[in-house]
């Protein structure tokens, strides 16, 4: 079963994901209308989520310099590549923000951080549940890069910059981390 991804799930994992539906209130009714894959992260496919870091994404990059907007932190990533490495490579990443960057940021300084903290708090444990190892990810050259990156910058800039990138973080989470509708059909 779930062919793609089995080789990244450990059996406790694997367990985990037959059992998950239950855990997660209306989401098989979600799964079963929406022509998409299934996402391994709730908070992935909730919209009130989505706005939040949006707003806040937005928020960020208005307090920007001109320096800033002259690169970019995350990785450019070929999507040719098994998903699951994607999505547990960005899992590495989202584990650096909340370790690193939200941890800099409160409700004085947008009023949804702690909504955003929460959600984002909620998918990494769900990724790392479902076999993404973040620590695995530490040392890859993206990863590596990222935080290179970050580390050349003073960190209130950078506290802002990593901050507004948060959109772009979630897309490649949202989009790569899921179950691919085929191993969807034999999992059920
Ligand atoms: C975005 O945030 C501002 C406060 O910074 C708030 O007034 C607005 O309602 C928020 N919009 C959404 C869609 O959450
Ligand atoms: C975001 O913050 C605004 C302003 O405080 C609030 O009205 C809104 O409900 C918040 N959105 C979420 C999803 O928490
Ligand atoms: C996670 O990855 C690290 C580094 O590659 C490895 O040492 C560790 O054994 C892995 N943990 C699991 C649970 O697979
Ligand atoms: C899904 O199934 C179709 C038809 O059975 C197959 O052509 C396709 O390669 C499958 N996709 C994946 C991701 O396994």
Redesign the pocket.
């Known amino acids: 079963m779930i062919s793609a991804v089995a080789y990244l799930l450990?059996p406790a994992a694997a367990a985990m994901l037959v059992f998950l539906p239950l855990l997660l209130i209306g989401w098989a009714g979600q799964a079963a209308s929406l022509p998409v894959d299934r996402s391994l992260s709730q908070p992935l496919r909730n919209s009130e989520t989505h706005k939040v870091v949006q707003n806040i994404s937005q928020h960020a990059q208005s307090l920007q310099t001109e320096d800033d907007s002259s690169f970019r932190l995350m990785p450019r990533v070929n999507t040719d590549q098994d998903h699951m490495k994607i999505c547990c490579l960005h899992a590495n990443i989202l584990d650096f923000y909340l370790n690193n960057i939200l941890k800099h940021r409160t409700d004085h300084w947008h009023p949804n951080m702690t909504r955003l903290k929460v959600d984002m708090n909620r998918i990494s444990e769900d990724l790392q549940n479902q076999g993404c190892?973040?620590?695995?990810?530490?040392?890859h050259h993206h990863a590596v890069e990222f935080r290179r990156k970050l580390a050349k910058r003073a960190l209130e800039q950078v506290i802002n910059k990593a901050v507004g990138e948060i959109d772009i973080l979630f897309m490649y989470l949202q989009d790569f981390c899921v179950i691919p509708k085929n191993a969807t059909n034999t999992a059920n």
């Open positions: 450990r190892n973040v620590t695995h990810y530490h040392d």
